[in-house]
T-cell receptor, first 113, second 117 residues
Framework: AQSVTQLGSHVSVSEGALVLLRCNYS??????LFWYVQYPNQGLQLLLK??????LVKGINGFEAEFKKSETSFHLTKPSAHMSDAAEYFC???????????FGTGTSLTVIP | GAVVSQHPSWVICKSGTSVKIECRSL??????MFWYRQFPKQSLMLMAT?????????EQGVEKDKFLINHASLTLSTLTVTSAHPEDSSFYIC?????????????FGPGTRLTVL
């Protein structure tokens, strides 16, 4: 079975500061991992995904995430926060055999000017 | 590429009426689509997996007769909320998986905001 845990339902950072959103996964098989961003009243937009090709994954809008098997983590980072990064972020995992996505509970990112 | 649309983007209806929400994959074929429900400030809850040409697979606790799913073609799935009540008010999001996908990636629609008065 797969699951993800997002530590911190709310994260606030100053504009220009480092963004770190945490995601830990549980999977009985090598997982595929995803980070999505959701703006108010919109669907989910894919930021990046881990599919075992490389442990450091670069995504859109300057975000990146590193897959660490030893820590079962896939934390999302961005060196310098922009006001436009304020949104809800979801981590998700899926097994290689199945279709179903398992979403974390989400982290709301606030960027303080 | 890999665009999923939903229609309508928002709908307001009276209690007791039925509402149909469409989910379309615009530039790819999707044998499998998914319907999620999202309450305010919460994560997505998978309601059902929609399979083209066969019956949908519903998650535990989701009423099949209330949330009718039809996947009539490789690019269209519909969710009909029958006899809607105020507690059905929510944000409904669909997603689709590319048939040839090797990573199980899902592409999400923009969502439909349903308000039942």
């Amino acid at each position: 079975a797969q699951s993800v845990t997002q530590l911190g339902s709310h994260v606030s950072v100053s504009e220009g500061a480092l963004v770190l959103l945490r995601c830990n996964y549980s999977s009985s098989v090598p997982p595929y991992l995803f980070w999505y961003v959701q703006y108010p009243n919109q669907g989910l937009q894919l930021l990046l995904k881990y599919t075992s090709a490389a442990t450091l994954v670069k995504g859109i809008n300057g975000f990146e995430a590193e897959f660490k098997k030893s820590e079962t983590s896939f934390h999302l980072t961005k060196p310098s926060a922009h006001m436009s990064d304020a949104a809800e972020y979801f981590c998700a995992v899926t097994g290689r055999a199945g279709n179903q996505f398992y979403f974390g509970t989400g982290t709301s990112l606030t960027v303080i000017p | 590429g890999a665009v999923v649309s939903q229609h309508p983007s928002w709908v307001i209806c009276k209690s007791g009426t039925s509402v149909k929400i469409e989910c379309r994959s615009l530039d790819f074929q999707a044998t499998t689509m998914f319907w999620y429900r999202q309450f305010p400030k919460q994560s997505l809850m998978l309601m059902a997996t929609s399979n083209e040409g066969s019956k949908a697979t519903y998650e535990q606790g989701v009423e099949k007769d209330k949330f009718l799913i039809n996947h009539a073609s490789l690019t269209l799935s519909t969710l009909t909320v029958t006899s809607a009540h105020p507690e059905d008010s929510s944000f409904y999001i669909c997603s689709a998986k590319i048939d040839a996908s090797v990573h199980n990636e899902q592409f999400f629609g923009p969502g439909t905001r349903l308000t039942v008065l």
